[in-house]
């Protein structure tokens, strides 16, 4: 029996194709700067939203039809999904999947039987995933649901919390690697604060610290080479959250001796709530090394929360594909479509074009960055630019040749700055333009 009976697997049918049902950009085969665009996305379809959302807001509860789902919390009903899930997502030609331990599998009345449940599913998976072929992109725990995470996980002021929480860590670290999970990814949900008056700061944040080394040594002790990501994210639910951002959350790692273990799985709805762009966040992970993975949604500018939409802006995608080209992909990460429908596209049928729409995008959006790069005008712009510390004084000071007092001599016999040329922001922007 088919959970989609009206779709049959979503072919490439080139841009003139007016087939919603069909993908016009991405063509999986397609080789661009040496990969195919299967390799350049690795796109993966996630479980919470596409198989679990169910459409409810702040202001009402859910809309969304779902047939193949009871509704119940049974473990049976958990099963009965998984088949619906891959045949959306073998349908959908998406090669990868992931998930937190509660979208596949529902709590038990105690911990014990929680795992069972959680065993029971896991089967169901690795059975469908050998019968597909799909693949784990990765696993996580939900450490911000249920009630014992009102105050945080790992940085909750009760340790029977945070003991709880190094259990879900646990399990989850070693499904994922009995599923070949290819990361696991860590989002801080309620590790924060609402207010600092109730808030010892230093005290959660080693804690926290000391949780991750938990991870990364139980992570050596199973034989788990999965890379761990971090995904960062500022405010909602909490005011503050710990992983505000890509540099916050390295300087974490790096004041807990924890920056060889980790990357940042990327999200543009999290970079805007940040105050930056997607770019600047992908550009500074790729700056210092710590660009692991992405989640592709975008949020709405008008609305200062979290909306999770699913990207269609080209000029969105060709800034994500060019900083992701600059510094050589996404290695074991993926594009992970963190998306949901709206709460008015209700019906099974959204899933498909939500998703054709987003990796429609960022095909194209592969291929004007790589169109950008191979005219080289915008590169060519960018190292003109800062031609004065390729040689003379700016080379010496880049090889470790100049002080303060050799500079102050230099620009005495020099007397003043000679003026750079214009910054051509508007030029720039309209040669962009011309790509697209």
Not at 183 to 189: D, E, T
Not at 271 to 284: D, I, K, N, R
Not at 316 to 322: A, G
Not at 355 to 384: Q, S, T
Request: charged residues 25%; contains cysteine.
């Amino acid at each position: 029996m088919t959970a989609f009976p009206e779709v049959g697997k979503i072919e490439y049918e080139g841009p003139e194709s007016r087939n919603p049902l069909a993908f016009r950009w991405y063509n999986p085969n397609e080789v661009v700067e040496g990969k195919t665009m299967q390799e350049h996305f690795r796109f993966s379809v996630v479980y919470w939203h596409t198989f679990r959302g169910t459409g409810s807001d702040p202001f009402g509860p859910g809309t969304a039809l779902r047939p193949w789902d009871d509704g119940s919390d049974l473990v049976e009903n958990a099963v009965n999904r998984v088949k619906v899930a891959f045949e959306f997502i073998e349908k959908l030609g998406a090669p990868y999947y992931a998930f937190h331990d509660r979208d596949v599998a529902p709590e038990g009345a105690n911990l014990k039987e929680t795992y069972k449940n959680f065993d029971t599913v896991v089967d169901a998976l690795e059975a469908e995933q050998q019968r597909t072929g799909i693949k784990l992109l990765w696993g996580t725990a939900n450490m911000f649901s249920h009630p014992r995470f009102m105050h945080g996980a790992a940085t909750s002021c009760n340790a029977d919390a945070f003991a709880y929480a190094a259990c879900s860590v646990k399990k989850a670290l070693e499904v994922t690697k009995r599923l070949g999970g290819e990361n696991y990814v860590f989002w801080g949900g309620r590790e924060g604060y609402q207010n600092l008056l109730n808030t010892d700061l230093k005290r959660e944040l080693d804690h926290l610290g000391k949780f991750f080394h938990m991870a990364v040594d139980y992570a050596k002790e199973i034989g788990f080479t999965g890379q761990f990501l971090i995904e960062p994210k500022p405010k909602e639910p909490t005011k503050h959250q710990y992983d505000f951002d890509s540099a916050n959350c390295l300087a974490f790692l790096k004041s807990y001796d924890l920056d060889k273990h980790f990357k940042m799985n990327l999200e543009t709805n999290h970079a805007t709530l940040a105050g930056h762009t997607m770019q600047h966040e992908l550009e500074y992970c790729g700056a210092n090394g710590i660009l692991g993975s992405i989640d592709a949604n975008t949020g709405d500018l008008l609305l200062g929360w979290d909306t999770d939409q699913f990207p269609t802006n080209y000029y969105l995608t060709t800034e994500c594909m060019l900083s992701i080209l600059k510094y050589g992909g996404l290695g074991s990460g993926g594009v992970n479509f963190d998306a949901k429908v709206r709460r008015e596209s209700f019906e099974p049928l959204d899933l498909f074009y939500a998703h054709i729409g987003g990796m429609d995008a960022f095909a194209k959006g592969l291929k004007v960055a790589a169109a950008i790069r191979a005219d080289g005008k915008l590169d060519a712009f960018v190292k003109e630019r800062y031609s004065s510390w390729d040689s003379g004084v700016g080379a010496d000071i880049e090889a470790d040749k100049h002080d303060f007092k050799t500079l102050e001599a230099y620009m005495l016999e020099k007397g003043e700055v000679s003026p750079n040329a214009s910054g051509r922001q508007e030029l720039l922007e309209h040669i962009f333009n011309m790509y697209l």
